[in-house]
């Protein structure tokens, strides 16, 4: 596995797709200064936490003596309970206002993705060595700048898309996530050797 191919994972766990549904919940109520506002503090934030767990991953795995099957099973668990309300739920935000508020609506599908940090820890413990460890940081920090970017481009148009639209597309999106949580339990049952499946065609 090489950069490109790290570069290539993340975007899919956590690359705009996954970021720009939840970002354009948050568009009632708030002006475009406060949405560019927003998407630069969670980018920020994301961005950080991301390094930081890229770059801790392979040592604190150690530490708590926690196998790469206890982290997708966990970050898999967590996953599913989020899709599984954008379903039945239709949002995830707290109602507009501080930007508290809506910097809390996005800290579990992005700031602190299960998905994405399953990732980085997964990626980051594929090889050893601090360099490693230093391009799977490098590589979540272009995904979150892709991201910034996408969002910021979004503060342009959200105020003229339908609502319904966007409910339409969260539950949608909430379906697929929802299967990928159900993918990592199962990834991480398989690892832990409580379960297997049969060669996929």
Known sequence: MDLWDVFAVLIAVAGPPKVI?????LAKGRDRR???QLAVRTTATAML????VAMTADPLLHL?????ADVEIAGGGIFFVYALRLVLDGHTETPA???TDAFRALLLPYV???LAMTSII???VTHKGWGWSALVALAYAAVAASNLLTM???TYVLHRVPRTWIEVAGRLLGLLLAAVGVELLIVGLEGMGVIARSARP
């Open 21 to 25: 549904l939840s970002f354009a919940q």
């Open 34 to 36: 406060a949405l560019r």
């Open 49 to 52: 936490c991301g390094v930081v």
């Open 64 to 68: 708590f003596h926690i196998g790469h």
């Open 97 to 99: 206002g501080s930007s």
């Open 112 to 114: 602190v993705s299960p």
């Open 122 to 124: 997964v990626l980051a």
């Open 152 to 154: 910021l481009a979004l």
